[in-house]
């Protein structure tokens, strides 16, 4: 897989940190930090994961990192995939920072099988200068499957990031994505709640063994610009939820026929499922009021999808989720 050097890869990852910034909704956030100035070391994560199969189960075959991304060795604690390894990912800094520029690459090979999330939520800090980004590269190959499954975003109060994931699957290969997005520290300060300056996320998948674009969705949530709480956004909710399974047509279709939609008006949850363009997959949205009452529902379409997709069932949750 590693055909670029490390130091070839992570300098482009670095030009496309900065091309990144260049997006209009960051126009107003181009001051530099007093502390320390943006995209420097220490501020310039990069952090590459490759899996690859061996014999009778996957292995991690490379990893390359700059700080503050790490990464915690494969475990293969998942009984229902004993084959499978799970990476957790770290930052040293335990949250992001004004100027930071975080890379991270995950390539599953031919047949090979993933899950990556990380150790805890992750925390936007405070900010009165500039903005952070991360950039987001996900490469599945033939027969490949990977569960990106991170935990929450907490944007905190003044907080501006932006988020673009680039998606390259192969046609054989499968990918169940999530994203949680929490609204603040909502029980630390009166003006937590959806009180970031900007929220920017970006998701484009393309088909690896042509280049073909098969879908791109953007969101822009300027809580200043806009009621977050009107109808057709938020809706009086505070929790979003968002989950992209990319997979083979039947499986999708099938995924999709399975998957719940409703609005719980007990448990304050809206949710519910479509195909994405070209039947290339399923996309799924939860609105709640709590992080573990979306993230409940997103652990039943994922033990729909993981079942559909690669015949297995999820283990128990951990007690701490």
Not at 21 to 32: C, F, T, V
Request: with cysteine.
């Amino acid at each position: 897989m590693t055909q670029l050097s490390s130091r070839t890869r992570a300098e482009l990852a670095r030009l496309a940190l900065a091309r990144l910034g260049q997006a209009p909704e960051l126009r107003d956030y181009q001051d530099e930090p007093a502390q320390m100035p943006s995209g420097i070391v220490g501020k310039n994560g990069y952090l590459r994961l490759e899996f690859a199969k061996r014999g009778d189960r996957s292995v991690l075959s490379f990893m390359d990192r700059r700080v503050p991304f790490l990464a915690q060795r494969p475990l293969y604690w998942d009984e229902a995939m004993p084959e499978m390894p799970c990476v957790f990912i770290i930052t040293t800094t335990g949250c992001l920072l004004q100027g930071d520029r975080m890379a991270l690459e995950i390539e599953v090979g031919k047949d090979a099988a993933a899950h990556v999330t990380t150790q805890s939520a992750t925390k936007v800090h405070m900010m009165n200068a500039n903005y952070a980004s991360q950039m987001q590269d996900i490469v599945v190959e033939e027969g490949g499957y990977l569960e990106y499954m991170p935990d929450p975003l907490i944007p905190h109060r003044t907080s501006r990031f932006l988020s673009h994931t680039r998606i390259s699957i192969a046609e054989r290969g499968s990918l169940l994505y999530s994203e949680v997005v929490l609204p603040g520290r909502k029980y630390h300060h009166k003006d937590e709640l959806f009180g970031f300056d900007l929220y920017s996320s970006t998701i484009e998948a393309t088909r690896r063994e042509n280049n073909v674009r098969l879908f791109v969705e953007k969101f822009i949530v300027d809580p200043r610009a806009t009621d977050l709480s009107r109808t057709g956004i938020m809706n009086g909710y505070e929790v979003f939820g968002n989950v992209i399974l990319l997979t083979e047509k039947e499986k999708a279709l099938q995924t999709l026929q399975a998957a719940d939609a409703a609005v719980d008006k007990e448990a304050r949850l809206a949710y519910g499922a479509s195909l994405l363009p070209g039947d290339c997959g399923v996309v799924f949205k939860v609105l709640g009021m709590t992080s573990e009452s979306v993230r409940g529902k997103i652990r039943e379409f994922w033990q729909i999808a993981r079942r559909i997709v690669a015949g297995r069932d999820l283990p128990q949750a951990f007690l701490w989720q």
